[in-house]
């Protein structure tokens, strides 16, 4: 994954129940160097996770090129339930991440890159029947961040482990720093655009700290005063 989206509040882990907001341009929270502006809408941990897979099967490939797939192996690939509703769902997931516009400025980069996440999919044919295959192209301006200096390679089996919300988010964060330095709660707030009130974030942090701590992932945290510490296992 790009630092420069692992690093944002682009997928955020705000909650499941909440509707998923339009957002027209608007500039997501960003820790470190760099600009997010994003139009389309909302997205959400369910998509990252469904985009991380999609990337480890275009890595194969050259980028521009389809990527073919049976609905049945990626739903079980990303642990979900074997079901119409999977398979629906995940048909939304690429929807949505079709329908995208993602205007990414960082130093590294020297310019803004306006990306969609997924170019363009097949689903169905002509007459509305579900395809055996699917099929997926990610566009070739996607490599402009795909560059070795600025990747994180993420442990799948640890990140599918996780639930959807805060400890995925963090997990894909904190992935992104090999010594990981202290970081303000309000700050990891927005990174997760979370619209909790600052005492319910606290508490739910200490909860999603924990499960990374049991996933192995981490190997201590501590908060001190409004900062929290952690130190990785791996």
Request: aromatic fraction near 10%.
């Amino acid at each position: 994954m790009p630092n420069e989206i692992l690093r944002s509040a682009l997928f955020n882990c705000r909650n499941r129940n909440q509707p998923r907001l339009f957002l027209k341009d608007v500039e997501i929270a960003v820790i470190g160097d760099g600009t997010v502006i994003y139009r389309g809408e909302e997205l959400r941990q369910d998509d990252e996770l469904v985009w991380l897979h999609l990337i480890h099967l275009v890595k194969k490939l050259p980028l521009g090129e389809c990527i073919e797939f049976t609905p049945y192996s990626f739903v079980k690939a990303l642990g979900w339930p074997i079901k119409g509703q999977s398979y629906q769902r995940l048909r939304v997931c690429l929807s949505r991440m079709q329908a995208t516009a993602i205007r990414i400025q960082s130093k590294r980069l020297g310019c803004f890159v306006s990306v969609s996440l997924v170019q363009m999919f097949k689903s169905k044919n002509e007459r509305m029947e579900n395809l055996n295959r699917w099929q997926v192209w990610v566009g070739k301006e996607m490599r402009l961040l795909f560059d070795e200096e600025f990747l994180t390679r993420m442990n799948w089996e640890t990140r599918k482990s996780l639930p959807d919300g805060i400890a995925s988010k963090l997990f894909g964060y904190w992935s992104s720093h090999r010594e990981p330095f202290p970081v303000r709660i309000s700050t990891l707030q927005s990174l997760c655009g979370s619209e909790m009130s600052l005492k319910h974030f606290r508490e739910e942090l200490k909860r999603s700290l924990s499960l990374l701590q049991q996933a192995g992932f981490l190997e201590a945290w501590k908060f001190r005063d409004d900062t929290v510490t952690v130190k990785r296992r791996y």
